[in-house]
């Protein structure tokens, strides 16, 4: 779900968030209800994540124009502690990235920092079609445990013509992004539904976008139920066959006890969750 965007922003490939109750949201509600994060978020990191600009004191700073010490996020990325237990901050300044950037498993707790969505882009092109593995296309690729993004711009241009072409990839445990949009999965039977969650007002009142011409539209499982928000009703949605009504009874298929059996497993990790519906 997303208002028509002129490139995929922030989207990974069959991703499952799992989210604590009160946490379960699309979008960010508003800027006071930014302290509200998982359990393993520690109070070092909510307290990063609340700092002003003004107040930001980074490891390391990357700027284009030769003002900080590296000119790329990839070498910048080179002088992170491998395993290591603090946060290792990188401030990435106004600008356009053209680069495909790795965040290896080594590099752990790392925490990226921009001067926002729209001024710090980091941007690249790789996809399926041009011969690049789907999970290879990833302009920006996180495997290291503990990640933070915060005032990013991630893309892929490849656009719709160009297949499977992955803008953010997260691999790894315990990572943190704020106010992201949510992708989908967009394979002919693909499948997503949006459960109780807060629905913002800029979300178009159709909800839902074609990937190109009619492709999947009959095959696909989208659904949505018990959300919340000004752009959470449901009257003007589209009216594609594979966009489906459901019920709570059905609904309950696809909660983490469910459709994961998250209950045998999940609570030796650590994660909050919540089984089923609330």
């Known amino acids: 779900m997303s208002k028509a965007l002129n490139s995929s922003s922030a989207m990974t ?13 699309l979008l960010s509600e508003d800027e006071g209800e930014r302290g509200q994060f998982p359990s393993w978020v520690g109070n070092d990191k909510r307290k990063l994540l609340a700092l002003s600009m003004a107040d930001i004191k980074p490891d390391v ?12 996020i990839t070498q910048a990325l080179g002088a992170v502690p491998k395993k290591g237990n603090a946060t290792f901050m990188i401030y990435i300044k106004e600008g356009v990235y053209k680069e495909n950037v790795m965040v290896e498993r080594s590099m752990t707790n790392v925490m990226m ?10 941007t690249g092109s790789l996809n399926y079609v041009d011969g690049t593995p789907t999970f290879k296309t990833a302009t920006l690729a996180v495997v290291g445990d503990g990640f933070i993004g915060k005032n990013l711009g991630v893309e892929n241009t490849a ?6 072409a992955v803008a953010l990839l997260v ?7 704020t106010r992201s949009y949510l992708g989908r999965p967009w394979k002919e039977y693909s499948r997503t ?29 989208y659904s949505e139920i018990g959300n919340r928000g000004p752009g959470a009703a449901t009257t003007k949605r589209v009216t594609w ?15 983490v006890k469910q459709f994961i ?7 030796k990790t650590g994660v909050p969750f919540t089984p089923g519906l609330m």
Request: hydrophobic share 30%.
């Open 13 to 25: 490939s069959n991703a499952l968030a799992i989210l604590p109750s009160l946490g379960r949201r």
């Open 61 to 72: 700073t990357v700027a284009q124009d030769g003002s900080g010490k590296y000119k790329t």
């Open 113 to 122: 920092l921009g001067d926002g969505p729209t001024k710090t882009k980091i």
């Open 159 to 164: 656009g719709a013509a160009k297949h499977q």
């Open 171 to 177: 691999q790894s445990d315990k990572s943190t992004t």
């Open 193 to 221: 539904i949006i459960m109780q969650s807060r629905i913002d007002g800029l979300i178009n009142q159709e909800g839902w976008l074609p990937w190109g011409g009619d492709f999947g539209l009959t095959t696909c499982f």
């Open 241 to 255: 066959k594979g966009y489906k009504k459901v019920d709570l009874a059905h609904a309950q298929k696809y909660t």
């Open 261 to 267: 059996q998250g209950k045998t497993w999940l609570p």
